[in-house]
């Protein structure tokens, strides 16, 4: 008696395959001939992931095992998967995530600036897992620093704190920061995958600050999420801001934090500040 072929469900890895296959156009990749069925051939999608045309057939049949993280990783390459389904398909195979791989695209949408932009008393500021800041409202170029002043390539939060003496001046209580963001920072680093792409900057920052070589050395890994901040601001005086940082969903490399003044009368005069001050660019 012949084998069975194995019913295959949906939820499987068999039934997404055979999903996603089906969705593409054979002739935006150049292939051609008729076809009785929507999509890619198991082949096709095979040549495209550089892999086995059987050992393809047989996962879409819902037989063969597991396949490798680099299986996975060609196959959703050879589909066009997007990073959400490229996880999915990880959960699927191998019960598991896929590996954290560091992407450090430059800049953020216009409609995410523009939300940043309504907090008018509220300094808010996007960075990288890197920590290099990549957008701000007009509140964190009143409170915390002008950043479209300084060079794209060196707005680093490290920098600022350690090789930037006005900035370092502002910070109640600097040693105590200091370890706080030397330790959040190695651990967004470890979570997005970016430890090689931090390498430069730790030996640029251990070279220029003997106290930021000696945090590193202690490799304290901190956890940061929300708390306070105080600031000496040369016309705001002596503040205290409470923080919340947010991951910014479907960028994994970018981090939303934002202040918001304890004291309103704060608030008020972050507002007349922006009034009174001309906007730089």
Same mark, same amino acid.
């Given at each position: 008696?012949?084998?069975?072929?194995?019913?295959?469900?949906?939820?499987? &890895?068999?039934? @997404? &395959?055979? /999903?996603?296959?089906?969705?593409? +156009?054979?002739?935006?990749?150049?292939?051609?001939? =008729?076809?009785?069925?929507?999509?890619? =051939?198991?082949?096709?999608?095979?040549?495209?992931?550089?892999?086995?045309?059987?050992?393809?057939?047989?996962?879409?049949?819902?037989?063969?095992?597991?396949?490798?993280? /680099?299986?996975?990783? =060609?196959?959703?390459? %050879?589909?066009?998967?997007?990073?959400?389904?490229?996880?999915?398909?990880?959960?699927? %195979?191998?019960?598991?995530?896929?590996?954290?791989?560091?992407?450090?695209?430059?800049?953020?949408?216009?409609?995410?600036?523009? &939300?940043? /932009?309504?907090?008018?008393?509220?300094?808010?500021?996007?960075?990288?897992?890197?920590?290099?800041?990549?957008?701000?409202?007009?509140?964190?170029?009143?409170?915390?620093? +002008?950043?479209?002043?300084?060079?794209?390539?060196?707005?680093?939060?490290?920098? @600022?704190? @350690?090789?930037?003496?006005?900035?370092?001046?502002?910070?109640?209580?600097?040693?105590?920061?200091?370890?706080?963001?030397?330790?959040?920072?190695?651990?967004?680093?470890?979570?997005?995958?970016?430890?090689?792409?931090?390498?430069?900057?730790?030996?640029?920052?251990?070279?220029?600050?003997?106290? @930021?070589?000696?945090?590193?050395?202690?490799?304290?890994?901190?956890?940061?999420?929300?708390?306070?901040?105080?600031?000496?601001?040369?016309?705001?005086?002596?503040?205290?801001?409470?923080?919340?940082?947010?991951?910014? +969903?479907?960028?994994?490399?970018?981090?939303?934090?934002?202040?918001?003044?304890?004291?309103?009368?704060?608030? +008020?005069?972050?507002?007349?500040?922006?009034?009174?001050?001309?906007?730089?660019?």
């Amino acid at each position: 008696m012949a084998d069975r072929m194995p019913t295959i469900s949906p939820g499987t &890895l068999a039934a @997404f &395959l055979k /999903d996603r296959r089906t969705r593409l +156009d054979p002739a935006s990749f150049g292939f051609s001939g =008729r076809r009785r069925t929507p999509g890619l =051939r198991r082949e096709e999608v095979a040549q495209r992931a550089n892999i086995s045309p059987t050992w393809y057939t047989w996962l879409e049949q819902g037989r063969g095992g597991a396949p490798s993280a /680099d299986v996975l990783n =060609r196959i959703a390459k %050879g589909l066009l998967l997007t990073e959400a389904e490229r996880e999915h398909l990880f959960m699927l %195979g191998l019960g598991r995530p896929p590996e954290v791989r560091y992407r450090g695209d430059e800049g953020v949408s216009p409609r995410l600036q523009r &939300l940043i /932009d309504t907090l008018d008393a509220s300094p808010a500021l996007i960075k990288t897992a890197t920590w290099d800041v990549v957008a701000w409202n007009r509140a964190a170029e009143i409170v915390l620093t +002008d950043y479209g002043t300084i060079p794209a390539g060196r707005r680093n939060v490290l920098r @600022f704190m @350690f090789l930037t003496p006005h900035i370092r001046a502002k910070q109640h209580d600097w040693q105590n920061l200091a370890r706080f963001v030397v330790g959040a920072f190695r651990a967004d680093a470890a979570r997005a995958g970016a430890v090689s792409e931090v390498t430069q900057l730790v030996e640029e920052l251990c070279s220029g600050s003997p106290e @930021f070589a000696t945090l590193w050395q202690e490799n304290d890994v901190l956890a940061h999420g929300d708390g306070t901040k105080r600031l000496k601001h040369p016309e705001l005086g002596d503040i205290e801001l409470e923080y919340s940082s947010f991951a910014v +969903d479907g960028r994994p490399d970018l981090n939303l934090t934002v202040y918001n003044p304890v004291d309103s009368d704060v608030a +008020d005069r972050i507002r007349a500040l922006a009034r009174q001050r001309p906007k730089v660019g």
